[in-house]
Structures are given as C-alpha cells and as structure tokens.
C-alpha cells in the first residue's frame, strides 16, 4: 500500500488546473478556468476548475472533485494508480507500508497487462541500444528514416529480435504470467510454446493520453519478407485501435497551445515533424478515423488539419475522415503534399520554415479542397460539377450547427458558381432523404400550436435540506454568528408560546445543538458521513482549507462529488456571466444566521409534516383512537409556531 505520506505530499504539491490542462483545453475565465465538457457532446462549456479551490466540475454530466477524482473519470484510473500518476508528474518518491512483490499482490487485471507491456517496453528499447543486432539492424534502419537518438529516447522505440521466443523466454523468468502474455499478444502459445508476435520488427509504443503505454504498433524491416509490414498489439481490455491516437501524449500539450491538430497517417510521420519541431501532430496509425479518435482530439482543440499524402489512397481516405469529423462539430481542414511526397519524407527534406510555409499555404477548408479537385480533374464536365457539389453538399448536411451550415453553403456558392437556392433546395433533399431535421432558410413567423408541458420533478425535500446543512457547514462552520434561542412551552390554556433570549455560537454549534435537541441524525449516508467528520474537524480548530483538503483525500467518488457540487455552487453564476445579464446572487455571509434559522426550522417542519403524515395512516387503520388524534393535533399546532416564525424568519 501506498503510505499515508505519500498520499499527503501529492495533494499538498498536485494542482488540479495544472493536472486537467494536460488532457483538456483550459480557457481562463476570471479566476477560474472552463473548458468544454469531456464526458459529454456540448457546445458552450459547462466544465470548471477552480485552482483557489482545487477543485473541479462538469455541470453537464454532474461529475465533479479534485485532481485523484479527475483522474479516475476521465482515465478510469484506481485510486492508486491515479496517486502513482500524479507522483511521477510531480517526482514525489512513492514510499510503500509494506515492500511486497507488486505484481504478485496486484488485483487488478488492468494493472496487471499495463505492467507487462511496460516490462516489453523496456526489453524492446535496451534490445534497440544494447545489442549487436539491435544497433545493427534496427538503429540503421531508424537512422536511414532520418530518426535521431533523441526521437528513439522520446518515443520509447525499440526493436523485437528476429529469434521466436526472446521475448517470451525473458518474461518466463522474470516470471511474468503466460495468461497476462497472451491476453497482450505478445506471445503467441501453441503447445505451451511462445512466439514473440513482433519478432524481426522495430517496435513504436503507444501512449494512452496520460502516457501510459497500452500496446505496439510494429513493422518489419526485410522488405523482401512475405508477411505483413506493420502488425499492432491485439485487442484487449487496456488496448483499443479505435480508440488510441499515436502521439497524443507528447503532442498534446502543443495542441491545447497552439488550438490545432494536424492528423497523419504512420508514426514516422508524427516522429518526423516532432524532429522539425511542428509537435502538435497525431497519427490514426493507419486505421479508418473513428469517432472516438475525434473525440479524444475534441478534448483539447476543435480544429483539425488533415495532412494527406498526393496518391489516390491517400486522398480518399482523407474525404472518408472529413464528414465524420464535420460530424463531431469539427473544423476541418485539409493540406494536400505533392505527389510521391507524405509528411515524412517531406519534413526529412526540409526546413521547420519551409514545412510551416508549405503548410499555411496549401491547407484549404474541406469545400476549397473539393473543388480544387474538380478544377483538376475537368471543371467544364457538367456531369463533374454536379457530382462534386453533391458530395460537398452531402458534407455539409453532416454537420449539426446550422449557422455553419449556411456559411458553408454561401462559400460552396462562390466558388462552384451555384445560387445559394439550388444549393439549399439540394441540401433540404437530401435531409428528407436520410430522414434528418430540415430547415428553412427562409425566415418565416410561427406560432406554436399547443403548449409543450414538462412533466414536473418530484423534489426530494429531505435531501435538499440535509445538502443545506451541510453546505452551511462547509462554507460558513466556523463563522461567530447571534442567533435567537426559541424554548417552546403550554400555557395554562394550551397554547404553545415562544420564549426567546439572543445567544452567541459558533455556526457548527448551533447546527449541532439544534439537531441534537430534536434528536435528528441526517438520514443520507454521504452526508451523515460528512456531517461528522466536519464537527470533529471543527472541534480540533484546524483552517478551513486544510479540512476541505482532508475531507477530499477520501477515495469515496460520491463523497467528494458532494463536497464538490456544494463548493462550486456559485460558481456556475460566474460560468454564465449571469452579473452580466443584471441577475445577481445574494451574499449569505451577511445574513448567515437567518440563513442557518431558516435552514433549521423547514427541517423541523418537514419532520414533522412527516410525523403528522404517519399519524395519520394510523388513524385510518384506527379511527376511534382518542391519543392519535389528540398527538396530531398537538403537531399541527407546533407546526403552526414554526410556520409563523419561519414567515418571520423569511
């Protein structure tokens, strides 16, 4: 187990902003930041860190915390392997309870595939510089392609020996498991026999977006040999070719900058122009684009340049990417290199300067590219034409922002000579065709025929006023506040009169002695929990900040969900600049004992408009019984004290 003082200095030395910034794209937003939200599709941004309170929250999907808790949504990470990661990020030594063997203990089967293809990583790259036939086979090669030492370094590389079972005999003793081996692929077993998958090839690791290596795309150096130039890791539970970008991990922070990513095709192409020092670029690793690949892109731009190779190959699978790219609300673009040249063989013949400039001058949007195409080919065939505007106008349907639609059209229009009517009058067609919303362009009044109605959410009051509570505590616990002391007592006639003398507490003592008078416990298990630890917190005198930090360092999701959800409250005003709009939100701090009175007494009256609910159904079971009636009425009236002083109150 991972000691409590490690635990201590990664959230002590981790800061949230810093560690999100390094998946997502951050826009400074006051003294937050706000981001688009990762875990869902949306347009304007609902995600928010805040560095003051080192915390984080997405309002569209709800899931909020602090850096660990980031980690583990975002990368499904365990609360140890999310601690691991941000130790490494912040080179904070992990000390360990007990020195065990880790991959004997490890429980995980995730964990335990992630430390085999590290422990392949490593044999594979000491293969590459330690051996006869890794530097004679394998560097050559890697420096004939125009790879530096410092490439090799950056991006892991290596090489897997052409005898069958080298690897597969160097894991056996280590003894790592055969069942971890195959579930990998990187040892193939027939007969209880391995053969190493990657033998004879060099070998190129890919990264996951937090850097963990998740599997190999490999290929083969004899280009006399009959079998397959390239072969990747098979699919597993950590490894995913649809999923996985090549380059993501050390491109990605050149991307957030630079608000663009250029898509390649093969991972010497990404290692190429990382050499010419163009570092926000990925590669699909020759696989069709897949919307999940976008998605990943999405997190941290939303523009992309596809940078395709000038054969035919290479242009029809940068057409196939582009609607699905639209299709994400994607910018897209497209850079076109000259025939027999790729990004590779480019960027090893020219200057950062020259591929910058190559770049800025031939990327064209995906309606420019279309028709460049056309022009090319025969821009006085009409059987040509029409063809081309069909498939920019099929493009075009593919995106879901109409406003964009409509700036597409008008460009289309300029550059085929098209009227923007045909064009949309062709656009509608094909909506109707594939069954998708239309729209007119046309502007024309309307009127709605029925009243569209919502059915009405049923409030969970109990919930809310438990929540209350304990946002009261956490905001303003400690704070010294006058309240009015109410002692309830019978007259002589049987009324219920208020007896009330001023008294000065602690916010957290008033909260507790209320409770404890009415010997009410919080009936939510998240907020019972939370509800003692901030009374024991309170009582020991530690800062605010430090008991908000403590609470956090718990692994529980819901429980720093809630804390999260109540401390980033009001900030969602500040995400929507409601100010800005003339509404304004009231300052509790000036007004916080009528804040906590008010809080108390509808906890008091929905206790008991619960008691006198339940009375009730006893009474229907038994109605000649004297005492429950008697009793109801004794709730009602008190009820009606608590009414009137909360009407005072409000």
């Not at 530096?148 to 090489?159: A, R, V």
Request: one cysteine or more; charged letters at 30%.
């Amino acid at each position: 187990m991972i000691s409590k003082n490690t635990i201590d200095k990664v959230y002590e030395i981790s800061r949230v902003e810093e560690v999100i910034g390094d998946f997502i794209s951050l826009k400074k937003s006051g003294t937050n930041f706000k981001a688009l939200s990762p875990f869902t599709q949306e347009k304007t941004p609902s995600f928010m860190v805040s560095p003051v309170k080192q915390i984080w929250k997405d309002f569209s999907s709800g899931k909020g915390g602090n850096a660990v808790a980031f980690l583990m949504e975002h990368e499904h990470f365990t609360y140890p392997e999310a601690i691991k990661y941000l130790a490494k990020k912040y080179n904070i030594e992990i000390e360990e309870t007990v020195q065990t063997d880790e991959f004997k203990k490890l429980e995980s089967q995730r964990e335990s595939m992630f430390l085999i293809i590290k422990f392949a990583t490593n044999f594979f790259h000491e293969t590459l510089l330690k051996t006869s036939e890794g530097e004679n086979i394998a560097k050559t090669y890697f420096f004939e392609r125009g790879i530096n030492d410092e490439s090799i370094k950056n991006f892991n590389l290596g090489y897997s020996p052409e005898k069958h079972d080298s690897f597969a005999m160097h894991a056996k003793k280590n003894k790592y498991s055969q069942d971890f081996l195959e579930k990998t692929g990187l040892v193939i077993y027939n007969a209880n026999k391995g053969i190493d998958r990657f033998r004879g090839r060099v070998i190129f690791p890919i990264k996951s977006i937090s850097g963990r290596i998740q599997g190999f795309g490999a290929r083969l150096i004899s280009e006399k040999s009959k079998k397959p130039k390239y072969l990747n890791s098979i699919e597993s539970e950590i490894y995913q070719k649809s999923k996985i970008l090549y380059g993501i991990y050390e491109s990605k922070q050149a991307i957030a900058k630079n608000d663009l990513c250029y898509l390649v095709e093969g991972y010497t192409d990404v290692i190429q122009l990382h050499q010419s020092n163009i570092k926000n670029v990925v590669s699909s690793s020759g696989t069709a684009l897949s919307v999940d690949q976008i998605r990943m892109i999405g997190r941290l731009t939303s523009n992309i340049v596809v940078l395709s190779d000038g054969d035919d190959a290479g242009l029809r699978a940068s057409l196939r990417g582009i609607d699905l790219i639209l299709e994400q609300e994607m910018n897209v673009k497209i850079c076109i290199f000259p025939k027999g040249e790729d990004p590779d063989s480019y960027a090893r013949t020219h200057s950062e300067d020259q591929i910058n400039d190559f770049l800025q001058k031939h990327t064209k949007d995906f309606i420019q590219f279309k028709a460049s195409l056309l022009a090319e080919n025969n821009s006085s065939d009409p059987i040509k034409k029409a063809e081309t505007t069909k498939e920019i106008i099929q493009s075009i349907s593919k995106i879901p922002d109409i406003v964009k639609q409509e700036i597409y059209i008008q460009s289309c229009s300029e550059i085929m000579n098209i009227s923007e009517e045909t064009l949309f009058s062709s656009l509608e067609q094909f909506k109707q065709k594939n069954n998708k919303t239309s729209f007119k362009r046309s502007p024309k009044s309307f009127s709605l025929n029925k009243r569209v109605s919502y059915p009405s959410e049923k409030i969970d009051k109990a919930y809310e006023l438990e929540r209350q509570i304990i946002s009261i505590l956490i905001h303003y616990g400690n704070y010294d506040a006058n309240f009015d002391e109410v002692i309830i007592r019978s007259s002589e006639k049987g009324e219920l009169i208020e007896d009330i003398k001023k008294i000065s507490l602690k916010v957290y003592e008033k909260i507790f002695l209320d409770l404890q008078q009415d010997e009410v416990e919080l009936t939510n298990d998240t907020f019972r929990e939370i509800f003692n630890k901030l009374l024991e917190s309170y009582q020991i005198k530690k800062s605010n900040d430090h008991r908000i930090e403590e609470l956090m360092r718990d692994n529980d999701i819901n429980l720093n969900q809630v804390i999260t959800d109540i401390l980033i409250d009001d900030e969602r005003y500040y995400l929507h600049n409601w100010e800005k709009k003339n509404i304004f939100v009231k300052n509790k701090v000036n007004q916080i004992s009528r804040y906590v009175d008010e809080t108390i007494l509808n906890l008091r009256r929905f206790l008991i408009d619960q008691k006198i609910q339940e009375l009730q159904l006893k009474v229907k079971e038994n109605d000649e019984n004297k005492n429950l009636l008697e009793e109801i009425l004794s709730y009602s009236k008190l009820k009606k004290v608590l009414s009137e002083r909360l009407n005072r109150v409000l």
